[in-house]
């Protein structure tokens, strides 16, 4: 199995994830796009480890998860904390908020 | 020593000034008597042991030094200065300012950053006191200037501000050609500029002649100074138009003159004939104004235009004139608007409409003004008259192919200025009194005192300028 | 065209096309089960690069306890509704064409690349528990001393954002 | 490393310390005693440390030098300095007060792991300890929609950037097989891989949107207006500035021996944002979302240290980011003593509070880069950097234009403060408050006329 195809593979799921944090409105998909981006990272890493054969990169995919789940305990928490505000997680609501 | 002294005592005058607030105008006059025996001092020893050269290590990292020298041009200015800012500190007296100690220490700060521009013989230093000494004018216009003050003295700072930062990178340029130890030395930099090739010349030449183009300031970069002169007060336009703009002048012979003579060579004929345009469209300009403080700055933009075409012409001669010119431009632009502002203070007006007949009411300004007027306009046997005469020879003998077209061009702006000027001394002096005001005062001691130290300069030194032909010698 | 690889386009079109579906869904629940699934396809991939620690990790921490929280707070903000709100078309584009125009121009760039290898099939033992365990403690102790300094933050955060203040 | 140990014990402790104790006054006063401590940790760790000596750490994962435990050390007196100008508002903002203070503690750890990682996951683990942390401070002001909002756009922002590092980060490791930033093996190869280039573009975004360069700095005026003031104070100073240690160290350790392919993508960008900070700062009602543009202008100028590859633009981005720090906590130091956070809020302040006025126009000059303050020295080394560049003459002109631009807005404040009528409203000085903020103004003008007591030898 050539590299090419992990990368491929792991670049479309990255883009896929830039594309629906840049298309929708929803905070919450926002993130869960974001989340996407990282695990595309993740395979990618994965697969360069087994072309090295060196296990360092899967201990950085460890730390990308350990770092993502922080992340999403505190965005979690700041989407609630939004939501029970505006009653809503439209970021163009709270654009328009704003003026 | 002196020469820190001479930077130091403005600055400590002006600490103190700034505290003692009713006696404020007298600490700063006191001071700034202390400061002109000084530059007295300075001139008499100048080349001597006591004038020795001061530096002090400050910032190696990057080859900076805290380093004056004065040779015979840095001594003169500093006389000017010298002679100049008591004569500011004279007029007025009797006019109640709004926060007093604050305005005469602002005065004294801006005359330290130019006895600093005038000293230094560093470059990063240079470039300090050349933004010191314009921070305090600023100050001055815009907290106590006349009704547009605010606008008109921001363009004036932002013209400035762009003008040394342009100037700034030339200097960092020039200083990383050198190798390194005390890299922004006056000595290094011209030694830099001139083993730079051609192309690096013309940079380097455009961004410092933007600076100093814009401080003395010639036509086309002309256009704050009409504004900013009317706006200012007296005082303080007395500070711009007869000590700021030598700031310029000066630069140019000092800091860029040596520095890239080649790309100067290859521009002379540029700025010659930009400031030439400039003398002719500012005396036109001046002949249509019936504001007088207006009439007086383009007569100024007129003045500068010619000396500036005097610097680039390349000769001996023209250097020497305007050394002189520097010097007696600087006395005669003082006593203007030394009588503009009595004048004006007077009859309440800027207006040259609303004036007239001073001749009957105050004989002594009137005789004051026709004799500093003729200085103005250079007739033989005052002080403007040799400066111009030497600036005129040596036009006449620089090498541009068009020196004829300069001499004739230059010598109808002269004679565009004495016309303006006369029209001008007519309206105020003589003819009717439109003002409303009948009883005019008469001069005050300290005026007297202003205006008769201004006239004896002119007449001394247009009878005798031979002591200062041979301070501006001294190398 | 052998078990491996046969497997391998199925886990790639499963990954891709739950991953569109997470984008494309206008119910954020259907997204949240989308990316669940995606997950699942990365697993396997993780399986068939002999990383069977991180295929196990990441069904326990990303699909079993991060994938829940979001559906948790979906279901929370009861935001189950068909009526999501969408971006207006131009913009959806733009993010369409941009996200495209990435993809395109990084692959462009690295296909150029030559030097790539291939991955060897034979089974090598760097995915496995003991191994990942003797490295991340002989040689990257220093990171997990740090990540926890970031999840104590990460908990002082959620105390801080998420508590609700009595006012 | 004593200084990374103490840092996280001490935050545990403010943590504790925000449980135990419920005035918020001793929390202050507990926050200023751990942080002095901490700065005692980190002059001792200088001290301690042999000239020229480079202490590595966990399989080089950490390389510590003189210097990077020189900038910890101005981080950490940065942050104190912050605590006492602003601890009084710090405890306003709300509840958690003790954990607000531990969260500056946390940031500090990310910020001496950026000044001295060697491994790119220390790196992320660094730029995501200061990053979470942010986003946490700019939701504090929980009562107000618009912190919130910050919060939030700044956590997708953030995370979107993440996972664009991340992506950097793996193509480089899939180029060259390695995390150690010393030991990537670019010049062995016969041409530069695409991989590499790629990598080193994502991270050059990545690293645009942490410290708000152009075209990825949209998000730095909303969030900056919308967090509680006193944490916008934070993180334009000392957040941006420990991203910039990052950025820096990243790439003039490791790729600096094929900065020829990114320099002028990095010169366009500082280009862009010196343009889109100044010129959108000029347009500018509130003097806090001035400050928030203008600190993208101000990014645009800390660039050139990254721009420019060579020993003058470590030294440089020390006196910039110390400069533009310490001028830019006591503006907000003052702007916090106003009620009203416009333009015309300043107006007549010189007649009002002379002393306020007074402080305020030397920070303004620093912040503006006029002589004789310690913006104008930091911004000279910048430009000495960029010009020693070489090919850089055109951005270094453009910046000095750009530079006149932000003398326009700055002087707004200036005009305001001493030409305008008007009657601001200002809360009562307290007689350390004026002693910090003269202290403060003090230090603008030394570091202005001896810059180099930010650079001692042997760092």
Redesign the interface.
């Known amino acids: 199995?050539?590299?090419?195809?992990?990368?491929?593979?792991s670049?479309?799921?990255?883009?896929?994830?830039?594309?629906?944090?840049?298309?929708?409105?929803?905070?919450?998909?926002?993130?869960?796009?974001?989340?996407?981006?990282?695990?595309?990272?993740?395979?990618?890493?994965?697969?360069?480890?087994?072309?090295?054969?060196?296990?360092?990169?899967?201990?950085?995919?460890?730390?990308?998860?350990?770092?993502?789940?922080?992340?999403?305990?505190?965005?979690?928490?700041?989407?609630?904390?939004?939501?029970r505000?505006?009653h809503s997680?439209?970021?163009?609501i709270?654009n328009r908020?704003?003026h | 020593m002196i020469l820190v002294l001479l930077i130091l005592i403005p600055l400590l005058a002006a600490k103190l000034t700034f505290f003692s607030k009713e006696a404020a105008k007298n600490v700063a006059l006191l001071g700034s008597l202390l400061t002109l025996g000084l530059s007295v001092y300075a001139a008499l020893n100048c080349g001597t042991e006591n004038l020795a050269p001061f530096a002090l290590n400050w910032m190696p990292a990057i080859g900076a030094q805290f380093s004056l020298a004065a040779d015979g041009m840095a001594a003169m200015l500093c006389l000017l200065t010298g002679i100049i800012i008591p004569v500011v500190l004279l007029i007025n007296r009797n006019k109640a300012i709004d926060n007093p100690g604050a305005y005469y220490a602002l005065i004294l700060y801006s005359q330290a950053g130019l006895m600093g521009v005038f000293l230094a013989s560093d470059a990063l230093l240079f470039y300090f006191f050349w933004e010191l000494a314009l921070i305090p004018v600023y100050f001055l216009c815009s907290r106590w200037g006349g009704e547009r003050r605010i606008p008109v003295t921001f363009k004036f700072f932002v013209y400035t501000f762009v003008g040394s930062l342009m100037m700034l990178s030339a200097l960092i340029y020039l200083s990383l050609q050198t190798n390194g130890v005390n890299a922004m030395s006056l000595q290094n930099i011209v030694a830099a500029g001139k083993a730079l090739p051609m192309m690096q010349q013309h940079i380097i030449f455009v961004l410092l002649f933007l600076a100093f183009a814009i401080k003395m300031p010639i036509f086309p970069f002309h256009t704050w100074q009409p504004d900013a002169y009317e706006q200012s007060p007296t005082q303080v336009t007395i500070i711009l138009s007869a000590l700021m703009v030598k700031m310029g002048l000066y630069a140019v012979l000092r800091w860029l003159l040596p520095v890239v003579p080649e790309a100067m060579a290859y521009w002379s004929d540029t700025v010659m004939t930009l400031s030439i345009a400039g003398i002719v469209y500012a005396s036109l300009i001046a002949m249509m104004q019936t504001n007088i403080k207006r009439l007086v700055a383009y007569s100024s933009i007129a003045h500068m235009g010619l000396m500036c075409a005097a610097a680039f012409s390349g000769t001996e001669l023209s250097q020497q004139g305007l050394m002189v010119q520097m010097f007696n431009h600087g006395i005669n632009i003082t006593g203007m608007w030394v009588i503009v502002n009595m004048v004006e203070n007077r009859y309440g007006t800027q207006d040259l409409k609303k004036m007239g007949g001073l001749a009957n009411t105050a004989p002594g300004i009137a005789i004051a003004l026709v004799i500093i007027s003729f200085a103005n306009i250079a007739l033989p046997l005052t002080n403007g008259f040799i400066g111009e005469f030497m600036l005129f020879t040596g036009i006449f003998q620089s090498a541009s192919h068009y020196h004829m077209v300069f001499m004739a061009v230059a010598g109808l702006g002269i004679i565009l200025g004495a016309v303006y000027t006369l029209t001008m001394v007519q309206k105020v002096a003589y003819g009717e009194n439109n003002s409303g005001v009948l009883a005019v005062a008469k001069m005050n001691a300290a005026e007297w005192t202003a205006v008769i130290v201004l006239i004896v300069f002119i007449i001394v030194l247009g009878v005798f300028p031979q002591p200062l032909i041979d301070l501006i010698g001294i190398r | 065209m052998d078990i491996l690889q046969i497997l391998f386009w199925l886990l790639t079109i499963m990954a891709i096309g739950c991953a569109l579906g997470v984008v494309l869904s206008r119910n954020p629940v259907n997204s949240v089960i989308f990316l669940i699934l995606t997950f699942f396809a990365i697993s396997g991939h993780y399986l068939l690069l002999n990383a069977q620690f991180l295929a196990i990790v990441n069904i326990i921490v990303y699909a079993g306890a991060i994938m829940v929280l979001f559906l948790f707070v979906i279901m929370l903000m009861n935001l189950n509704a068909d009526t999501e709100p969408q971006k207006s078309w131009l913009v959806q584009l733009a993010g369409v064409v941009s996200g495209g125009t990435l993809f395109l121009v990084i692959i462009a760039a690295i296909s150029r690349a030559n030097l790539l290898g291939v991955i060897n099939t034979e089974t090598s033992n760097i995915g496995l528990i003991k191994v990942l365990g003797q490295v991340l403690f002989k040689h990257y102790v220093l990171p997990f001393e740090l990540s926890s300094v970031l999840f104590l933050s990460a908990m002082i955060g959620a105390i801080v954002i998420g508590k609700k203040d009595m006012e | 490393m004593k200084a990374i140990i103490a840092a996280t014990v001490l935050a545990i402790l403010m943590m504790y310390a925000g449980f135990v104790v419920k005035e918020k006054k001793t929390i202050l006063s507990i926050a200023t005693l751990l942080l002095a401590v901490l700065l005692g940790v980190n002059i001792y760790e200088l001290l301690t440390m042999q000239e020229g000596a480079t202490i590595a750490l966990f399989q080089y994962q950490l390389t510590i030098t003189r210097f990077s435990v020189w900038f910890n050390m101005l981080m950490t007196a940065a942050t104190l300095l912050y605590v006492l100008l602003m601890g009084n508002d710090i405890i306003k903002v709300g509840k958690h007060t003790g954990e607000y203070f531990a969260l500056f503690f946390f940031i500090l750890v990310g910020t001496y792991l950026l000044s001295s990682f060697n491994n790119m996951l220390i790196m992320f683990l660094g730029i995501e300890i200061i990053s979470i942390p942010q986003y946490i401070l700019a939701g504090s002001d929980k009562r107000n929609l618009k912190s919130s909002e910050a919060s939030l756009k700044y956590l997708l922002m953030g995370a979107f950037s993440t996972g664009i590092l991340l992506m950097g980060i793996t193509l480089i490791y899939g180029a060259t097989g390695e995390f150690n930033i010393s030991k990537f093996s670019f010049l062995q190869m016969e041409y530069i891989n695409p991989m590499v280039l790629t990598g080193v573009l994502f991270l050059i975004i990545s690293y645009s949107f942490k410290i708000s360069a152009a075209p990825m700095h949209f998000w730095t005026p909303d969030v900056y207006d919308g967090s509680p003031t006193p944490f916008t104070a934070f993180m334009a100073t000392i957040g941006k500035t420990a991203a910039f240690i990052g950025f820096i160290r990243l790439f003039h350790t490791s790729f600096a021996s094929i900065s020829q392919s990114w320099t002028i993508v990095l010169a366009i960008i500082t280009a862009a944002t010196l343009f889109v900070g100044n010129i959108t700062a000029v347009f500018q009602q509130s003097v806090k979302r001035m400050l928030a543009y203008s600190s993208i202008a101000q990014a645009g100028f800390m660039l050139f240290s990254v721009v420019s590859v060579s020993a003058l633009s470590w030294q440089g981005l020390v006196i910039y980011g110390v400069a533009y720090t310490i001028a830019t906590l006591g503006i907000f130091a003052v702007l916090l003593k106003l009620k009203d956070f416009t333009f015309d809020g300043f107006n007549g302040l010189a007649k009002k509070n002379p002393f306020l006025a007074g402080v305020t126009t030397i920070f303004i000059f620093s912040l503006a880069g006029i002589p004789l303050t310690a913006g104008f020295m930091a911004k000279f080394y910048m430009l000495q950097a960029a010009v020693r560049q070489g090919n850089l003459m055109w951005l270094v002109i453009f910046a000095l234009l750009m530079a006149a631009v932000s003398a326009y807005y700055y002087f707004r404040v200036i005009i305001a403060m001493f030409f305008k009528t008007g009657e601001p409203e200002i809360s009562e000085l307290s007689g350390a408050q004026k002693f910090l903020l003269v202290l403060t103004a003090l230090l603008v003008i030394v570091l202005g006329i001896a810059p180099q007591l930010l650079l001692p030898s042997g760092i």
């Open positions: 199995m050539p590299i090419q195809y992990y990368l491929f593979l670049l479309a799921l990255f883009c896929i994830g830039v594309m629906g944090a840049l298309m929708r409105r929803n905070a919450i998909i926002i993130f869960m796009s974001i989340e996407l981006m990282l695990n595309a990272v993740n395979l990618l890493l994965a697969a360069f480890s087994k072309m090295y054969n060196d296990s360092a990169a899967q201990i950085f995919v460890f730390f990308i998860m350990v770092v993502a789940a922080a992340e999403v305990a505190v965005g979690l928490a700041i989407i609630v904390m939004v939501y505000k505006v997680v439209d970021v163009n709270l908020l704003k």
